[in-house]
Protein backbone atom coordinates (compact mmCIF):
# COMPACT_ATOMS: atom_id res chain seq x y z
CA UNK A 1 0.00 0.00 0.00
CA UNK A 2 1.46 3.55 -1.18
CA UNK A 3 1.44 6.01 1.75
CA UNK A 4 2.25 9.48 0.94
CA UNK A 5 2.76 12.22 3.90
CA UNK A 6 2.84 15.88 3.37
CA UNK A 7 4.03 18.50 6.24
CA UNK A 8 5.45 21.96 6.06
CA UNK A 9 2.15 23.87 5.55
CA UNK A 10 1.30 26.79 8.63
CA UNK A 11 0.15 30.36 8.90
CA UNK A 12 2.52 32.98 7.11
CA UNK A 13 2.02 36.56 6.30
CA UNK A 14 1.52 37.68 2.35
CA UNK A 15 5.08 37.93 0.71
CA UNK A 16 6.69 35.08 2.62
CA UNK A 17 8.22 31.29 2.09
CA UNK A 18 7.30 27.78 3.02
CA UNK A 19 8.53 24.63 1.40
CA UNK A 20 6.01 21.40 1.43
CA UNK A 21 7.53 18.35 1.78
CA UNK A 22 5.64 14.77 0.55
CA UNK A 23 7.44 11.78 1.66
CA UNK A 24 6.58 8.38 -0.20
CA UNK A 25 6.78 5.15 1.13
CA UNK A 26 5.19 1.47 -0.34
CA UNK A 27 6.44 1.57 -3.92
CA UNK A 28 9.23 2.22 -5.77
CA UNK A 29 8.88 5.88 -6.16
CA UNK A 30 11.47 6.86 -8.12
CA UNK A 31 9.91 5.48 -11.32
CA UNK A 32 6.69 7.99 -11.29
CA UNK A 33 5.87 11.61 -12.08
CA UNK A 34 4.93 13.38 -8.65
CA UNK A 35 2.26 16.04 -8.47
CA UNK A 36 0.66 19.09 -6.03
CA UNK A 37 -2.76 19.88 -6.46
CA UNK A 38 -4.52 22.26 -4.06
CA UNK A 39 -7.81 22.93 -2.96
CA UNK A 40 -9.32 26.08 -1.44
CA UNK A 41 -12.71 26.40 0.41
CA UNK A 42 -15.89 26.08 -1.67
CA UNK A 43 -13.70 25.17 -4.75
CA UNK A 44 -12.96 22.37 -6.88
CA UNK A 45 -9.09 20.85 -6.22
CA UNK A 46 -6.56 22.14 -9.13
CA UNK A 47 -2.97 21.50 -10.16
CA UNK A 48 -0.23 23.01 -9.15
CA UNK A 49 2.68 21.57 -10.60
CA UNK A 50 4.38 18.35 -11.84
CA UNK A 51 7.60 16.66 -11.97
CA UNK A 52 8.93 13.84 -13.73
CA UNK A 53 10.01 10.89 -12.41
CA UNK A 54 14.12 12.00 -12.55
CA UNK A 55 13.04 15.51 -11.62
CA UNK A 56 14.23 16.85 -15.03
CA UNK A 57 10.91 18.29 -16.31
CA UNK A 58 8.29 20.06 -14.49
CA UNK A 59 4.96 21.36 -15.25
CA UNK A 60 3.18 24.78 -13.41
CA UNK A 61 -0.15 25.90 -13.29
CA UNK A 62 -0.15 29.45 -14.61
CA UNK A 63 -1.13 30.98 -11.24
CA UNK A 64 2.13 29.98 -9.70
CA UNK A 65 4.82 30.18 -12.59
CA UNK A 66 7.80 32.10 -11.20
CA UNK A 67 6.74 32.07 -7.65
CA UNK A 68 6.55 27.91 -6.43
CA UNK A 69 9.19 25.07 -7.43
CA UNK A 70 8.61 21.52 -7.51
CA UNK A 71 11.72 19.07 -6.92
CA UNK A 72 12.69 15.77 -6.12
CA UNK A 73 15.09 13.59 -4.16
CA UNK A 74 14.49 10.26 -4.81
CA UNK A 75 17.00 8.55 -2.53
CA UNK A 76 14.52 10.29 0.28
CA UNK A 77 12.08 9.34 -1.51
CA UNK A 78 10.32 12.93 -1.12
CA UNK A 79 9.15 15.36 -3.38
CA UNK A 80 9.02 19.85 -2.23
CA UNK A 81 7.10 22.51 -3.40
CA UNK A 82 9.05 25.74 -2.86
CA UNK A 83 6.40 28.72 -2.66
CA UNK A 84 7.59 31.83 -2.23
CA UNK A 85 5.73 35.22 -2.86
CA UNK A 86 3.21 33.81 -1.30
CA UNK A 87 -0.11 35.58 -2.10
CA UNK A 88 -3.72 35.14 0.27
CA UNK A 89 -4.73 33.43 -2.86
CA UNK A 90 -2.52 30.67 -2.74
CA UNK A 91 -4.23 29.48 1.01
CA UNK A 92 -5.47 26.26 0.39
CA UNK A 93 -5.10 22.70 1.69
CA UNK A 94 -2.25 21.22 -0.53
CA UNK A 95 -2.16 17.60 -1.96
CA UNK A 96 0.77 15.76 -3.06
CA UNK A 97 -0.01 12.33 -5.74
CA UNK A 98 1.54 10.01 -7.14
CA UNK A 99 1.24 9.83 -10.99
CA UNK A 100 0.70 6.49 -13.26
CA UNK A 101 3.32 7.52 -15.42
CA UNK A 102 7.01 8.51 -15.79
CA UNK A 103 6.56 10.78 -18.16
CA UNK A 104 4.71 14.09 -17.82
CA UNK A 105 2.19 16.13 -20.22
CA UNK A 106 -0.77 18.37 -20.04
CA UNK A 107 -2.45 15.35 -19.24
CA UNK A 108 -0.97 15.72 -15.56
CA UNK A 109 -3.09 18.87 -15.02
CA UNK A 110 -5.98 16.18 -14.33
CA UNK A 111 -6.14 14.08 -11.04
CA UNK A 112 -7.05 11.23 -13.67
CA UNK A 113 -3.25 10.80 -13.96
CA UNK A 114 -2.62 9.98 -10.29
CA UNK A 115 -3.16 6.62 -8.22
CA UNK A 116 -2.32 7.67 -4.31
CA UNK A 117 -3.02 10.74 -2.52
CA UNK A 118 -1.18 12.14 0.75
CA UNK A 119 -4.23 13.48 3.24
CA UNK A 120 -3.36 17.37 2.69
CA UNK A 121 -1.02 20.17 4.47
CA UNK A 122 -3.25 23.30 4.86
CA UNK A 123 -1.43 26.80 4.05
CA UNK A 124 -2.71 30.13 5.30
CA UNK A 125 -1.62 33.59 4.00
CA UNK A 126 -2.86 36.35 5.43
CA UNK A 127 -2.20 40.12 3.85
Known amino acids: QVQLVESGGGLVQAGASLRLSCEAS????????MGWFRQAPGKEREFVAVINWSGGNTRYAGSVKGRFTISRDNAKNTVYLQMDSLKPEDTAVYFC????????????????????WGQGTQVTVSS
Open 26 to 33: GRTFSVYA
Open 97 to 116: ALGKRSFIDTRNNFQEEYDY
